[in-house]
């Protein structure tokens, strides 16, 4: 395939999945347009 190797391939699908998880993942955190700029602090009490 396009002169690639396997361990290539298989490279290349795990960062593929990998970024869209952690980018879904963000996307549940973001509720306003404000958190997408200044991320909600967490407070310790």
């Not at 396009?2 to 993942?25: E, K, N, P, Q, R």
């Amino acid at each position: 395939m396009l002169g690639l190797h396997v361990a290539d391939v298989v490279s290349l699908a795990a960062y593929l999945v990998g970024i869209t998880v952690i980018g879904i993942a963000a996307a549940r955190l973001i509720h306003t347009m404000s958190d997408f700029f200044m991320p909600r602090r967490a407070t310790m009490a």
